[in-house]
């Protein structure tokens, strides 16, 4: 069981994933903000995966992947998008990854597809 914080400003997609994760045992937290989600990693931390939408209003994903590797580098990040227009699906996990995301989770995804990626990003950080 891990320690897993959602990060997403659509609570449809939070709700998504935290029913997805749950399934699976984890411990889940959300928040709606990056704001909110760096007073729970203050308050409620360390969490042993956090898992953020890039495109939020205000602060973004990139802001939380920073604030995530600051906290501690080896604390795996996924991060969620539909990609928007500027980047083809392909650039954009490459893009993500080389700022220091562990896992790109591309919009729509099935259950099955967030529940072998976390397992595999959390597999790889426990090596």
């Known amino acids: 069981m891990a320690k897993i914080l959602v990060v997403d400003d659509e609570e449809p997609i939070r709700d998504a994933v935290h029913g997805c994760l749950e399934l699976q045992d984890h411990d889940i937290h959300s928040a709606a903000s990056v704001e909110a989600a760096n007073a729970l990693m203050a308050s409620?931390?360390?969490f042993d995966?956090?898992?953020t939408d890039l495109l939020m209003?205000?602060?973004n994903g990139y802001d939380i992947l920073r604030a995530t590797k600051a906290l501690g580098?080896?604390?795996p990040v996924i991060v969620m998008s539909g990609g928007g227009s500027r980047f083809d699906r392909k650039t954009m996990s490459s893009h993500l990854r080389?700022?220091?995301a562990d896992g790109v989770l591309l919009k729509?995804?099935?259950p099955v597809e967030i529940n072998s990626l976390v397992q595999a990003?959390?597999?790889s950080a426990a090596r």
């Open 44 to 46: 409620s931390g360390p």
């Open 49 to 51: 995966l956090v898992i």
């Open 57 to 59: 209003p205000g602060e």
């Open 73 to 75: 580098p080896g604390i």
């Open 98 to 100: 080389d700022l220091g």
């Open 108 to 110: 729509p995804f099935t």
């Open 121 to 123: 990003v959390l597999e």
